[in-house]
Each structure stands twice: as C-alpha cells, then as structure tokens.
C-alpha cells in the first residue's frame, strides 16, 4: 500500500558492478531486501492511518479491518521472508514492489478516492517506483495500481468520497512528513555509497595492483603533465626508467614471492624517496617510471644514487642472501621533444645502454635541441662517475 524505499534498480547497477570482489550479488540483493523490508514496515504502519481515518467514516466490515490489518502488518515481514528464500531475492522484491502498488490501489479505491490521503499514497508510490527502476518500472506499477483500484472501485459500485475532513488530514500527516524525509536519507546514504565505490574505482583503474604505485596508464599521464608544463614554462623536468636486474633469475630461483617481494621492495623505496611532485609508477613487468617535475638530470643522478644505496643493504625474508640492484635510464626534457612517447624512448634507450654497460648503474640520454645540434647524430661522450655505490655512468 504505501511505498519502498529507493534503492537496487537505477542506482543498484553503479552499485554492484562497484561492489567489493568478494561481495556477491547474494549478499547484495540481501542488504537491499532488508533495507526494503525496515521501510516498508514502517511505511505500511504510517499508511495504515491514513486509510483507517477515512474507512472509519464509513460502516465497513470486520473482514475489511483484517485485510488492511494483516496487510498493514504481516505483509512486510512475509515479504521478506520470501525474498530471502528465493534464489534471486532481488526479482523477487521486485513483484513485491508491484505487489505494493496493487495494495496500493486497492487502498484507493477502499477510500472511495478521498482526495488527500488517495494523492499521497499515489504520489508516494510514483515517487518510489521512479527512484528505484525509473520511468519504465513506474509505468508497469503504476498500470497494476490503476488496474487494482478501477476492480476495487467496480466491486464497490465505483463509491467516490472526495471531501477530506480534519481527522483525515491530521492523520495523512506522519506519513506526509515522515516518510519522504526517510526516502531522502535512503537515497543520500546511496549516492554517497556510490561516490565512495566509484572513488575506489578511480584508485583501482589509476593504481598497480601489486605495488600500490601508479599504473602505466597514470604515469605517462604525469610524464604529459610534465612535459607540457617544461614546454609552456621552460621549468625542467627529467623521466627515469628503472629496470630490475635479471628479476627472472631471480624469479627462477626464488620463486615468483620472492620476486613479488622485490618488486614490492623496489616501489617502497621510489615512494619513500620520491617528492610529493614527483611520479613513481609501474611501467610494466619489472620496469619502473620515475617523473621527476622541476628536476635536471644531477637531480635524477642523486635520485638513483640513493635507491641504488637502499638496494645494496636490501634483504628479503623470501630470498636469504638476494641481492637487488636496478638499471637506470634518465632523460631530461626539452622543449621541441615530440611527445611523451619520444621521451620515454629516450630514457629507455639510455636504460638499454646502462643494461650494456654491466648494469647496476644509471645512463643519462643526451638532451638534444638547439643547443645539442652536435650530438643530434647520436654521438655519446660518457664520463665515467666515482660514488660509493659504484659506477653511475651519465651521457652528456
């Protein structure tokens, strides 16, 4: 008779596709029958009133008491029972939602189409079904509520009673009142569930899995941000690719754990290392990108002589006796570089250049430009770096 709360049909589908992974669509279609069942409970006793201070101006049988009674009472928690017993309780609240509506109906028609507590209830009623499965539900409810009512109405010699006395009025008024507030919380906790679900989303779509850094998607979006602002405001900007030493060795060896460790050994220390500017990411398999806004090639030199420091004192509970050490590939921006695409290429060649060299080292590209127009041909003068770590070769 009186109307269920908003939820499952236009917002559920954001909602479970958004869900947890090991929620089931079980579980969720339970938490949405019970959420149906605490409103109607409570929307059924409120619309209880309003139809018994208009039959109890006229001479109505014991029987029909019951009926309202038992529907008013019974029917929510029979409902739920239903619902939960079936093997798809969300189907299955939906006819109790039409259900709803032919009680709804008759209700109407048991009134002989008073006019305020009819609108309400119709009102209430229209205004559910369109916030749980939108026009096209509303239509398919709304034509068994008509239904219901016109067969109420012909069983009763079509009886109209229009006048809405004070009694009547006063008791429309918890409902009037208090239900519309309750489906407005019931939608705010929704939207806000959803806002928090799709946030999470967002994270899950930007974020590797396994190391918790930025996917390859997202870093090359902090490398475009980057380069864009170098080429607006001459500010530099310096892409590190970082590669993992023989990582299938070490995953032949150790095991995939133990390489899982490493690579989340390695992300640990670009995110503790990096500047709250600066953009550690997951390139791929164990290839790491490093962007470093405002930040010159001697910047990303100190940047990896630190993880290279880190890594050589490393230890790994998977891997007793493992020792880490990463290529590094640095290149600098400038200003006519192509795209993203071309910088990457360029640190990456310098990566494969630190990878021949012996690895465990950092290669710098050459910045090519104007300025550059020498080494344009691909000529590389490397100077030969001493630190404690050992070799950090870098091509000027």
Known sequence: MPPEPPAHESAPQSVRTSAPAGDSARERDLRFVNRVHRLRTLGLALGFLCVASVLRRHDQPMALWLLLGASAFLWPHVARSLAIRSTDPARSERVHLTLDSALGGTAVALMQFNLLPSA?????????????????????????????????????????????????????????????????????????????????????????????????????????????????????????????????????????????????????????????????????????????????????????QRIREHLAVATFNAAPGLRCTVSLGAAEAYWDMVDVEDWVQQADAALFRAKAGGRDCLVCAPKFGPEFDGLASGRIVETQLQDEGGPCRVST
């Open 120 to 304: 309400l209830l119709v009102t209430m009623l229209s205004m559910d079904k369109i916030a749980v499965g939108g026009i096209r539900f509303w239509l398919r409810t709304v034509a068994v509520l008509v239904a219901a009512c016109i067969l109420t109405s012909a069983t009763l010699g079509f009886a109209v009673d229009l006048e809405t006395p004070t009694s009547v009025l006063v008791s429309c008024i918890p409902l009037l009142v208090t239900y519309p507030l309750l489906i407005s919380y019931v939608m705010h906790a929704l939207v806000k569930k959803v806002a928090v679900q799709n946030t999470r989303l967002a994270e899950i779509g930007s974020t590797d899995e396994l190391t918790g850094l930025a996917n390859r998607r997202q870093g090359l979006v902090a490398a475009g941000r980057a380069l864009a602002s170098h080429q607006r405001n001459g500010r530099p900007a310096t892409l590190v690719v970082i590669d993992i030493d023989r990582f299938k060795d070490i995953n032949d060896r150790f095991g995939h754990p133990a390489g899982d460790q490493v690579l989340r050994e390695v992300a640990m220390l670009l995110s503790q290392r990096s500047r709250e500017t600066d953009t550690p990411a997951r390139y791929g398999g164990d290839e790491f990108l490093l962007v470093l806004p405002d930040s010159d090639l001697s910047g990303a030199t100190e940047m990896a």
